[in-house]
């Protein structure tokens, strides 16, 4: 009883509960948010705040509001059944004189044009022969104007482009539009090109990353198991491409694949073979090519892992009766399983982004989603089309990565 007692008395720090932190510790996560909210505000502005304003555009549609709101207002009070009222015509004829005066005929021609082929000229036509003198008051004076606005498709269209939310681009995205009654149907077959164009993509980076896990695993073996003498040179091998630029990288591969280069004039020189191997401006190129500038994305996390596995549970296996491959099986791939996810989960994502090099080594029938979205941004300034395909690509891009997370910490280890 005597020891109890003394023991209950006996001062110190308590054994459990928030207390048995000292008060330095129990601040440290405050200090730690402070720290890091300058971070934290500068990349919500510089980075997550204009790529969410830019995927907005893809559900949203503000050329034809913005020119013609009167307009816009009233299709979208329109049901769509029968011809348009005349009050709707005249507002119409209207704003098309108003926005050829204000130069933003434009963007509402451009937009129309997307929907629905011939709907610049119809616009244009329409609004020189406002400006010539002709008047609107009703819906048959459009039609004395341009036959073409008596077709229901084109008031489909404007009724569709009315906005101010829109499901066109990501419709289109996905090779589907709306009909006249408001029905999802598919595009015209030689239209369909996006479906085509997102499985490709998702079909190349798949086979790159599981080409650089096939390669890049010997690789990161060999760095993992040599002496650091050996091991330190050969890893700056790995990393020297980064220190090139990619555009580099896929030019040098031009000049080593093309028809008369470096390694068909080496194979004919050598006698194996007799003619030059179609190996660039093709699938394989872009393989090839592809492989090569994301490898070093594969072999440093798996490098990583290998070199915290102790070699002594091989050696342990090994005196227990087990035979090489028993322990590569089952003692050291298991181990090297996340190492070996990750770098091909950061392939696999670097590679859905990438159209430089199959824009340079692969033909027509090996362009990816990239290069159409760099297309509609740069070219033909189509921001609503390319930040639908950016969706497009996002969404299940989101969703393998959680899964790839997943499978990482499931792995048995």
Sequence with gaps: MATSSRSASTPGWPVSGAQSRPPAAQGAGGWTWALTAPLLVFLAIAFLG?????????????????????????????????????????????????????????????????????????????????????????????????????????????????????????????????????????????????????????????????????????????????????????????LLPFWTSALVRTTAWVVLLQTHGVLNEALIGMGLIETPLALIYNRLGVYIAMTHVLLPFLVLPLYGVMKGISAAEMRAATSLGAGPLTVFLRIYLPQTLPGLLAGMIIVFTLALGYYITPALVGGGADQMVSGSIAFYTNQSLNWGMAAALSLLLLVPLTLMLFAGRYLTKSVPV
């Design 50 to 238: 204009p790529v969410l304003l830019m995927l907005a555009r893809a559900v949203s549609d503000a050329e034809l509001p913005s020119a013609w709101p009167q307009t816009a207002q009233l299709l979208r009070d329109w049901d769509g059944n029968g011809p348009p009222d005349d009050r709707l015509a005249a507002a119409l004829g209207t704003e098309i004189l108003a926005a050829r005066r204000a130069g933003t005929l434009n963007r509402v021609a451009n937009r129309l044009n997307y929907d629905l082929v011939g709907s610049r000229s119809l616009v244009y036509a329409t609004g020189d022969a406002l400006e010539r003198g002709a008047s609107v008051r009703g819906f048959a004076d459009l039609a004395r104007i341009d036959r073409r606005w008596i077709n229901p498709a084109v008031w489909t269209a404007m009724r569709h482009a009315a906005g101010p939310r829109t499901s066109f681009y990501l419709l289109a995205s996905v090779d589907r539009r709306l009909d006249g009654d408001g029905r999802i149907v598919q595009v015209e077959r030689e239209q369909a090109v996006f479906v085509d164009i997102l499985l490709r993509t998702f079909l190349i980076s798949a086979v790159v990353a599981l080409l650089c896990a096939l390669l890049g695993y010997p690789v990161a073996y060999l760095l993992a198991t040599l002496p650091s003498r050996w091991a330190n040179p050969l890893l700056i091998l790995v």
